[in-house]
């Protein structure tokens, strides 16, 4: 796992990211599915799969401590996996470049379960941009 904590300023493409290691309890599963208006039995034990993109934040702040604004977010589902699975999440500094005068970051992500870490559950790129940098144009 990278244990450093590196200032959004001094991040560079090829980074590397995780593993961050989290299991989603049944319980908690169930509260993002009954949030999102779905309500079958069937999805209580699949993982939902917005799950992915707090996955992805979560293993962008274990590397990068800064408040940072999320400005978009491509996620695929390859396969399902039930609640109370032991997921791994691990990625990359894709791009790191300037837009508007603001810098910004590209994040690719996979989440797989940590029984068949070669196999992906979901897949992201995510766009990060400090907070800071807000007040600046």
């Known amino acids: 796992?990278?244990?450093g904590r590196t200032a959004f300023s001094e991040l560079t493409a090829g980074t590397v990211l995780g593993p961050l290691r989290l299991t989603i309890s049944a319980a908690a599963n169930e509260r993002y599915w009954r949030s999102a208006g779905a309500d079958?039995?069937?999805?209580e034990r699949a993982l939902y799969p917005p799950i992915a993109a707090n996955l992805s934040v979560l293993c962008f702040g274990e590397l990068c401590p800064e408040p940072v604004i999320q400005t978009r977010q491509y996620?695929?589902?390859h396969r399902l996996v039930e609640a109370g699975t032991e997921l791994v999440t691990t990625g990359r500094i894709a791009e790191r470049y300037e837009k508007r005068g603001r810098a910004y970051v590209d994040v690719e992500t996979t989440v797989a379960?940590?029984?068949?870490p070669e196999v992906p559950v979901w897949t992201?790129?995510?766009s990060f941009t400090p907070v800071a940098t807000l007040g600046e144009s």
């Open 75 to 77: 996620l695929r589902a």
């Open 113 to 116: 379960a940590a029984t068949a």
């Open 124 to 126: 992201s790129r995510v």
């Open 1 to 3: 796992m990278n244990t």
């Open 40 to 43: 079958h039995p069937a999805l």
